[in-house]
């Protein structure tokens, strides 16, 4: 759905990005976080669960924002449970790896996506010169299968899912993260026009 000039220009658009959370994420540990230079996939709805199913299996984390605006969709930073446990431990500084999500651990990975999906969005809405705002984000626990149901029977008008894949890297350790973007078709294709013109 994207030709190379368009994937290689939003690489670059949410490589700021994530270099903004990365900066963020760095501040608050007081060390240096690394993310990745994102790859990006695009897919319709109907197949974002068996395209992220072939990555991540079994229960899953999410933390969830809805956006608004000129351009409006939901966005989620997506784990596996494992890897948001080792996540949570990396920015937490815990040298004895925990098994389990508690609440302090929930706040912390919520604060981790909150921090990511805002300065993504923020750079889209940056980009498009338009103000997008945020739902409070929300941390879920279920499997992939409820996850994506949850976005199709909710937000019947969001087709695709643009899904960003990144590592988290801190003290010689890594943990994969995605970020997934569902949009419909209007607001995709404003998105990569303002990607291309800004590049």
């Not at 969830?64 to 989620?76: K, L, R």
Request: with cysteine.
């Amino acid at each position: 759905m994207l030709n190379d000039e368009q994937r290689d220009a939003l690489i670059e658009t949410l490589n700021i990005a994530t270099g903004r959370t990365a900066s963020s994420l760095s501040q608050i540990t007081g060390e240096r976080v690394f993310l990745d230079v994102p790859q990006i996939s695009v897919y319709p709805l109907a197949e974002l669960a068996p395209a992220l199913g072939a990555f991540v299996r079994g229960d899953v984390a999410t933390v969830h924002q809805i956006f608004s605006g000129p351009v409006a969709g939901d966005a989620f930073l997506l784990l596996d449970y494992e890897s948001a446990v080792a996540l949570v431990d990396l920015m937490t500084g815990e040298r004895v790896r925990s098994k389990r999500l508690n609440a302090s651990a929930r706040e912390v990975l919520t604060e981790i996506g909150n921090i990511l999906l805002n300065a993504c969005l923020g750079v889209f809405g940056d980009l498009l010169n338009v103000r997008v705002t945020f739902s409070v984000p929300r941390l879920h626990l279920d499997d992939l299968t409820g996850l994506i149901q949850s976005i199709s029977i909710d937000e019947t008008d969001l087709q695709f899912g643009l899904v960003v894949h990144t590592n988290f890297r801190l003290r010689d350790n890594a943990v994969s993260g995605y970020l997934v973007i569902v949009l419909g078709v209007a607001s995709l294709d404003q998105l990569i026009q303002a990607v291309e013109r800004a590049t």
